[in-house]
């Protein structure tokens, strides 16, 4: 009986991981990476791409909403603009935008502001695109008013990066900026403002610090990789001579 | 080798892996913020140090990377074979589900897939080999097969608790037990990687 058990335990075990998994799988369908990179993401979508990157490089695409207006209140909710991997994503609270008596909703929209963006900030760069983020209330169009912060998240191309900044028609005002963990692309504010936005860097390009941990970050896992593969190469002839070596002495 | 190691060699020996499997874990979670081929860098340079040391004479973890492969009845051919079965029965459940959502999975295409895959499946491998191959193996000598399996299961979880948060746990120990009875049930390592690297691969397209 004790050594059925024992026979049968890892086919057991076996069967129960897999039910296990099957059933968490069918509750929460998260892709099944246990491990590695991070998936790559579709290349950032310039409006005005680089030149290696021109034939390639795809329009990028704005993003709208309408919340509606229950008893006077605004409900919250997100926005982002229509990419695979979105460039720009807002999160608006319940009753942080204002509108008047009458109004049915709230429309939240984020253009990429291709033609005649405003000029860049002082001592700093536009990195990636600016984009206008705006909202008006339904019917009637006219502007809504933030009444609390809103929080912005915005894709920021590869490269140099500071902070982002809001332009409100007459200048650009830094903004207190975080960074998503993990180095993913992304980087979050909040502000009480609506307006145009961008990624900005320091005018002047990288640090050299900076270039040599993005080049680390890129090409020292490949050499792992290759690392990997001549310690299993020289293990395996190793291990076939010491075979070869047994087998002719026993 | 096995015998020579001995029972009661084994309870310190699944320890100094465990340790050396979570500081991999730790560094690569302390590391994240400089980003993520740097962190998986550091990841794997751990793991990469303890295979290294696995050679059959280490005394850090004995049996070895080979991870029992001369005592299997599996041949390669099995191992293969049986780790993209079981990859599949991992991968299968979350396919109608996904396709319901609409992700956009089929949209990805091929750009960068082979740089992407070779890292993935050296981080999987390492993974397996430190896991199933020498963790497992010493806490079966130690404990029995199914505390092994546990035990590895939790490890396999604990590792990525850093990266996919507490929702992610209970998916990863599942996955671990299932890995963890592919290796009792098959006697090696390589179909354990085999079926590791092949789910996380489908993530390419599931995603």
Redesign the interface.
């Known amino acids: 009986m004790v050594d059925g058990v024992r026979r049968r335990g890892p086919l057991v075990a076996l069967a129960l991981g897999l039910a296990l998994a099957a059933l968490i799988h069918t509750a929460s369908p998260s892709p099944p990476l246990f491990d590695g990179l991070p998936l790559p993401q579709a290349p950032y979508a310039y409006c005005s791409p680089p030149s290696n990157l021109e034939s390639s490089n795809v329009r990028p695409a704005r993003g709208q909403a309408d919340f509606p207006v229950q008893n006077g209140v605004v409900a919250g909710g997100s926005v982002q603009t229509d990419e695979s991997a979105p460039q720009v994503i807002l999160f608006i609270g319940v009753d942080e935008l204002k509108v008047s008596p009458g109004a049915v909703s709230a429309r939240v929209t984020i253009d990429p502001v291709c033609a005649d963006p405003p000029p860049p900030p002082g001592g700093a760069q536009i990195r990636g695109n600016v984009y206008r983020v705006s909202a008006v209330e339904e019917p009637g169009g006219r502007p809504a008013r933030v009444s609390a912060a809103y929080h912005l998240t915005m894709r920021v191309p590869p490269g140099p990066f500071s902070h982002l900044q809001l332009y409100d028609g007459t200048a650009w005002h830094p903004l207190s900026t975080s960074l998503a963990p993990g180095g993913n692309p992304y980087a979050g504010s909040t502000l009480a403002q609506m307006g145009e936005l961008a990624a900005t860097a320091t005018s002047g390009g990288e640090s050299p610090v900076s270039v040599v941990l993005r080049w680390l970050g890129s090409f020292g896992v490949l050499a792992l990789v290759v690392l990997f593969g001549i310690i299993a190469l020289v293990q395996e002839i190793r291990r076939r001579r010491t075979q070869g070596r047994e087998r002719r002495t026993g | 080798m096995i015998a020579s190691v001995g029972r009661t060699g084994a309870w310190p020996q699944a320890g100094r892996i465990s340790a050396l499997v979570l500081l991999a874990a730790l560094a690569r979670a302390a590391i994240?913020?400089?980003?993520?081929?740097?962190?998986?860098?550091a990841f794997?340079?751990v793991l990469?140090a303890g295979?290294?040391l696995t050679?059959p004479t280490s005394p850090l973890m004995g049996e070895g990377?080979?991870g029992g492969a001369a005592y299997s009845r599996w041949n390669t051919g099995r191992s293969l074979l049986g780790g993209l079965v079981?990859a599949a029965?991992?991968?299968?459940?979350?396919l109608p589900?996904?396709a319901?959502?609409g992700a956009?999975?089929a949209?990805?295409g091929l750009?960068?897939w082979w740089?992407?895959a070779?890292?993935?499946?050296?981080?999987?491998t390492?993974?397996e080999v430190a896991i199933r191959g020498a963790l497992q193996g010493a806490l079966t000598r130690g404990a029995?097969?199914?505390p092994a399996?546990a035990a590895g299961?939790a490890v396999f979880a604990l590792i990525?608790l850093p990266?996919y948060g507490l929702?992610?746990l209970?998916?990863?120990?599942?996955?671990?037990?299932?890995?963890?009875?592919?290796?009792?049930?098959s006697g090696r390592v390589l179909p354990c990687a085999v079926a590791?690297t092949a789910?996380?691969w489908?993530?390419?397209w599931?995603?």
């Open positions: 994240e913020p400089m980003g993520e081929g740097m962190a998986t860098a794997a340079t990469l295979m290294v050679r990377w080979s079981v029965l991992i991968v299968a459940p979350g589900a996904l319901g959502a956009g999975h949209s990805r750009d960068g740089a992407w070779a890292v993935t499946a050296l981080v999987a390492l993974e029995g097969t199914l399996i299961a990525h990266r929702g992610g209970p998916l990863d120990f599942a996955v671990g037990v299932a890995l963890g009875g592919l290796r009792a049930v590791h789910a996380d489908a993530a390419w599931m995603a």
